[in-house]
T-cell receptor, first 112, second 114 residues
Framework: KAGVTQTPRYLIKTRGQQVTLSCSPI?????VSWYQQTPGQGLQFLFE???????NKGNFPGRFSGRQFSNSRSEMNVSTLELGDSALYLC???????????FGSGTRLTVV | SQQGEEDPQALSIQEGENATMNCSYK?????LQWYRQNSGRGLVHLIL?????REKHSGRLRVTLDTSKKSSSLLITASRAADTASYFC??????????????FGKGTLLTVNP
């Protein structure tokens, strides 16, 4: 079966711009989580969506937002980009219950 | 803030040797998971151990969990050059109601030399 698909793979944006990243989970997975990975802070939880509802949110400013559609695909948006937003953004999906998460390959965002 | 902390931060061994990585965490968990990441790519789920389990095996992997010490270890036996990667422990904790959150440590960089 197809894995978790994240698009685009690479992105370069200018400070002040906004960006939208997309994640398509594995078919049948209704939970989608987003993480930011940087060398300094490691993997930081952004938010989790389940059945179009945000179920959990990490400690990120309101510039970071997301949503989930009825087909479980999810998008995250970052507005007013800052240099510190440069990171690898990872999306993960999983089945309901105590199972491991399946991660996408990530979107590498560079803010210049 | 990080829930899990891996030790050591970096580990270099020869092919064929065993590699042991440790993880400590702070709060009660639902389960603990180990992931591998190759050079800035996505994470690959390796193994999950529930809070009521003490040991679990999967191929060359052995995971232990000691909830009294809030610690876990990952053992990779007979390591191969292809095992070179960063390894992360992640704890799933209750974040309210029936919701859970997965929190990662900073990882152990394992280098297996041929």
């Amino acid at each position: 079966k197809a894995g978790v698909t994240q698009t685009p793979r690479y992105l370069i944006k200018t400070r002040g711009q906004q960006v939208t990243l997309s994640c398509s989970p594995i078919s049948g997975h209704r939970s989608v989580s987003w993480y930011q990975q940087t060398p300094g802070q490691g993997l930081q939880f952004l938010f989790e969506y389940f059945s179009e509802t945000q179920r959990n949110k990490g400690n990120f400013p309101g510039r970071f937002s997301g949503r989930q559609f009825s087909n479980s695909r999810s998008e995250m948006n970052v507005s007013t980009l800052e240099l510190g937003d440069s990171a690898l953004y990872l999306c993960a999906s999983r089945r309901q219950g105590s199972y491991g998460y399946t991660f996408g390959s990530g979107t590498r965002l560079t803010v210049v | 803030s990080q829930q899990g902390e891996e030790d050591p931060q970096a580990l270099s061994i020869q092919e064929g040797e065993n590699a042991t990585m440790n993880c400590s965490y702070k709060t009660s968990i639902n389960n603990l998971q180990w992931y591998r990441q190759n050079s800035g790519r996505g994470l690959v789920h390796l193994i999950l151990i529930r809070s009521n389990e003490r040991e679990k095996h999967s191929g060359r992997l052995r995971v232990t969990l000691d909830t009294s010490k809030k610690s876990s270890s990952l053992l990779i036996t007979a390591s191969r050059a292809a095992d070179t990667a960063s390894y992360f422990c992640a704890t799933e904790i209750r974040s309210g109601g029936s919701n859970y959150k997965l929190t990662f440590g900073k990882g152990t960089l394992l280098t297996v030399n041929p």
